[in-house]
């Protein structure tokens, strides 16, 4: 402490000035912050109320320069004021911290979420069997590569289109029914249809389908597991062929 007086304001002015360059560190490093950032407007309250504190703790240093505070009660307020400043100050930090581990793990869980359903995607595109799958409203969504060689049916062709679209009438009905029984709750089991792409001429496809509910992405789909039924009805007419002429 230097007795000189003019000494002594110019080193509390000084200390002020490095204080408010302080205060600018802070408020720049607090504006160029991603907005994004979790727990953003918590950090930026703690900021601002401790540039409060300090400012008040300035006004009552001053006072108590021109004697217009006594020291007792410029310690007691110093004393409550850092006290009030540490634990709001800890608190906000601990609420922060656990807020940025919370967010963390929620970006882990819907990174292995997102890498999970692309595996999944992966695999239904892939996959050695007949697979597609429809929406509650009944339209395809998926079509896999295997499905689409099986019958023709190109998946731009399938997906967007009602699945009852993609049936000869003969199918339809059964198609509809064990749909509905799969929505419902009830075991479908498997169901014999016969695919074939409106307005295109080719050769039918019969299918034996296994209908499975599956939740994902927060929708509800039906997923159907096809088996091509196509050679083995063919060898059934010429099974019956046969019959028929061994009957003659």
Known sequence: VTPDATMGWFLVTL??????????????????????????????????????????????YLLGIANLVSSVSEQIFYTYGDVMLKVV???????????????ELQRAM????E???????????????????????GFVVAWNEHLARASD??????????????VQKDSKESLKLAIESCWSGLS?????????????????????LTL??????GRKTITAIGQDLTEVAAM??????KSQITAV
């Open 15 to 60: 200390s002020f000035v490095a204080y408010l360059a302080a205060i600018w560190d802070q408020v720049d490093i607090v504006y160029e912050a991603d907005p994004g950032m979790h727990g953003i407007r918590f950090k930026i309250g703690v900021v601002v109320l401790k540039e409060i504190v300090f400012a008040l703790y300035g006004v009552v």
């Open 89 to 103: 100050q800890a608190s906000v930090l601990v609420v922060v911290r656990n807020w940025e581990d919370l967010a």
């Open 110 to 113: 819907e990174r292995k979420l």
């Open 115 to 137: 890498a999970g359903k692309q595996d999944m995607s992966r695999l239904f595109r892939r996959a050695k069997a007949p697979i597609f799958a429809i929406s509650q409203e």
């Open 153 to 166: 049916i190109s998946e731009e062709c399938a997906v967007g289109k009602s699945i009852l679209e993609l």
């Open 188 to 208: 479908s089991g498997a169901v014999e249809v016969t695919l074939s792409c409106p307005g295109k001429e080719q050769q039918p496809v019969q299918m034996l």
């Open 212 to 217: 499975i509910v599956q939740l994902g992405g």
């Open 236 to 241: 059934r007419a010429m099974q019956e062929r």
